[in-house]
């Protein structure tokens, strides 16, 4: 499905009701928004583990604009800013109030730009593997912790100057390290509709990414807050 935000057509999909019988009433579920990572990937990278949610609230995918089914071809659209602002559009055009906002990775940096710049919108905030500043050493020791000195290299040699090689070198042989359980499926990695530009434009220690610093505006966030992250993941360390 789609709908229009801030000019940008977005696509969107749900699981589960809104509305549920109670007993002789009808009632309202909590609504949760999931903001997907990449940037460059899609919303089916929350699927379907979070779909598990829907005993106790509907739950929204969306792509963010530039990526995956959503237009938006503007490279000086793709800013946490606007995609940030395109997050409280998208509540506005669904009739979203108070939503449970998940931001994982690329879309914990998106939710924090929402919740700094848009405070008392969000009902309750669940980041996961995510930083209000990117420390790329940290990320660059992580990787060669896992998986050694050369998968390192191609993580630095990614971030330092991204190109379509060197991401699709890091996506084959840095991404699979993001999980640690041996039997853990990699058919999420083909699911996704990829847009390499959007990725290659924000990523890396000279572009947003490594410029954005939400730390100072933390203080704005009044709702409630859930931090999660791996203790092995090398792309957010602890």
């Given at each position: 499905?789609?709908?229009?935000?801030?000019?940008?057509?977005?696509?969107?999909?749900?699981?589960?009701?809104?509305?549920?019988?109670?007993?002789?009433?009808?009632?309202?579920?909590p609504t949760v928004v999931m903001v997907h990572g990449g940037p460059g990937a899609d919303h089916s990278v929350?699927?379907?583990?979070?779909?598990?949610?829907?005993?106790?609230?509907?739950?929204?995918?969306?792509?963010?604009?530039?990526?995956?089914?959503?237009?938006?071809?503007?490279?000086?659209?793709?800013?946490?800013?606007?995609?940030?602002?395109?997050?409280?559009?998208?509540?506005?055009?669904?009739?979203?109030?108070?939503?449970?906002?998940?931001?994982?990775?690329?879309?914990?940096?998106?939710?924090?730009?929402?919740?700094?710049?848009?405070?008392?919108?969000?009902?309750?905030?669940?980041?996961?593997?995510?930083?209000?500043?990117?420390?790329?050493?940290?990320?660059?020791?992580?990787?060669?912790?896992?998986?050694?000195?050369?998968?390192?290299?191609?993580?630095?040699?990614?971030?330092?100057?991204?190109?379509?090689?060197?991401?699709?070198?890091?996506?084959?042989?840095?991404?699979?390290?993001?999980?640690?359980?041996?039997?853990?499926?990699?058919?999420?990695?083909?699911?996704?509709?990829?847009?390499n530009d959007t990725a290659l434009h924000f990523n890396g220690p000279n572009s947003e990414h490594g410029k954005m610093d939400f730390r100072d505006a933390l203080q704005h966030?009044?709702?409630?807050?859930?931090?999660?992250?791996?203790?092995?993941?090398?792309?957010?360390?602890?």
């Amino acid at each position: 499905m789609y709908t229009t935000v801030n000019g940008a057509r977005i696509y969107f999909d749900v699981d589960g009701e809104g509305l549920t019988p109670d007993g002789a009433t009808m009632r309202q579920k909590p609504t949760v928004v999931m903001v997907h990572g990449g940037p460059g990937a899609d919303h089916s990278v929350s699927k379907p583990y979070f779909g598990q949610l829907t005993d106790i609230a509907q739950v929204i995918y969306y792509d963010h604009r530039g990526n995956g089914r959503s237009s938006g071809n503007d490279p000086k659209e793709w800013t946490l800013a606007q995609w940030g602002d395109d997050l409280r559009g998208l509540c506005d055009a669904l009739g979203i109030e108070k939503p449970i906002v998940i931001g994982t990775s690329f879309g914990g940096f998106v939710t924090l730009y929402y919740a700094t710049q848009h405070p008392g919108h969000a009902g309750g905030l669940v980041l996961i593997s995510t930083a209000a500043k990117v420390d790329f050493e940290e990320i660059y020791a992580a990787f060669e912790r896992l998986g050694g000195p050369d998968i390192a290299k191609i993580a630095r040699e990614y971030w330092e100057a991204p190109t379509d090689e060197g991401r699709a070198l890091y996506r084959d042989r840095c991404v699979p390290l993001y999980q640690r359980s041996p039997s853990a499926s990699t058919d999420w990695l083909s699911r996704i509709l990829w847009r390499n530009d959007t990725a290659l434009h924000f990523n890396g220690p000279n572009s947003e990414h490594g410029k954005m610093d939400f730390r100072d505006a933390l203080q704005h966030i009044t709702c409630p807050v859930l931090l999660m992250v791996g203790e092995d993941d090398p792309i957010t360390p602890p």
